[in-house]
T-cell receptor, first 111, second 112 residues
Framework: QKEVEQNSGPLSVPEGAIASLNCTYS??????FFWYRQYSGKSPELIMS????GDKEDGRFTAQLNKASQYVSLLIRDSQPSDSATYLC???????????FGAGTRLFVKA | KAGVTQTPRYLIKTRGQQVTLSCSPI?????VSWYQQTPGQGLQFLFE???????NKGNFPGRFSGRQFSNSRSEMNVSTLELGDSALYLC???????????FGPGTRLTVL
C-alpha cells in the first residue's frame, strides 16, 4: 500500500527561526507532490505543489523534492506564531490516480 | 471565485440512521474527492468523481456511497451509521483528476 511518512511532532521552533518539515513517500513514479497547512478545527489549505527535483520558493516557503531518495521537505523561513498548525504532505498515486496524505506534522512557533 | 462549499457544516445522528452530505466544487472544477478525517487515522480517501463517474474508491465499506451531478456538485451518503463514523468529512475539488485540490470547510458528523 502506498503511503507517506511524516514525523508527527510536535516540532517547536522559536519565532524568526527556520522550520524544517520532512516526509518520505513510497511511490517511485509519482510526479506530483503537495504541502497543505491545517489549522486546528479547519480544513487543509494548499501551500505549494512541486513536480520537479530541486527547490521551489514561494514567499517564506520553500519546497524541496528529491525523487531519487523519495523525499520531500518544506522549509518555513522567519517562522511566525501564525504558522503554528499541522502540515500535511501528500503525493499523487499515479496507479490509483488519487492523492495520498501523510498524517501530518504539528508545528509550534513560540513567540 | 467562490471556494468549495459543503453543507451541512454540523450533523448529529444516532446509530442506524443514514446521512447525506453535499459538496459544491469551485466553478469549472470537474473532479471532486471525499475524505474522512479522524484524529487517529488522518485523512482517509473515500472516493473521487469526475464527470459524474466514480473513478477511484478507498477502502471503506459499501455503506459509504456517493454520486456526482452534471453540474459537478457531489453528494456522499452513509447508511446504517456506526459510532466509528463520527469524523470530519472533507470534500476537495480540482480542475482534473490529479491536479492540486482545494478543500471545503468540511462537515463534522457526530454519531451518538
Amino acid at each position: 500500500q502506498k503511503e507517506v511518512e511524516q514525523n508527527s511532532g510536535p516540532l517547536s521552533v522559536p519565532e524568526g527561526a527556520i522550520a524544517s518539515l520532512n516526509c518520505t513517500y513510497s511511490d517511485r513514479v509519482s510526479q506530483s507532490f503537495f504541502w497543505y497547512r491545517q489549522y486546528s478545527g479547519k480544513s487543509p489549505e494548499l501551500i505549494m505543489s512541486i513536480y520537479s527535483n530541486g527547490d521551489k520558493e514561494d514567499g517564506r516557503f520553500t519546497a524541496q523534492l528529491n525523487k531519487a531518495s523519495q523525499y520531500v521537505s518544506l522549509l518555513i523561513r522567519d517562522s511566525q506564531p501564525s504558522d503554528s498548525a499541522t502540515y500535511l504532505c501528500a503525493f499523487l498515486d499515479t496507479g490509483g490516480f488519487k492523492t495520498i496524505f501523510g498524517a501530518g506534522t504539528r508545528l509550534f512557533v513560540k513567540a | 471565485k467562490a471556494g468549495v462549499t459543503q453543507t451541512p457544516r454540523y450533523l448529529i445522528k444516532t446509530r442506524g440512521q443514514q446521512v447525506t452530505l453535499s459538496c459544491s466544487p469551485i466553478s469549472g472544477h470537474r473532479s471532486v474527492s471525499w475524505y474522512q478525517q479522524t484524529p487517529g487515522q488522518g485523512l482517509q480517501f473515500l472516493f473521487e468523481y469526475f464527470s459524474e463517474t466514480q473513478r477511484n474508491k478507498g477502502n471503506f465499506p459499501g455503506r459509504f456511497s456517493g454520486r456526482q451531478f452534471s453540474n459537478s456538485r457531489s453528494e456522499m451518503n452513509v447508511s446504517t451509521l456506526e459510532l466509528g463514523d463520527s469524523a470530519l468529512y472533507l470534500c476537495a475539488s480540482s480542475p482534473q483528476t490529479g491536479d492540486e485540490q482545494f478543500f471545503g470547510p468540511g462537515t463534522r458528523l457526530t454519531v451518538l
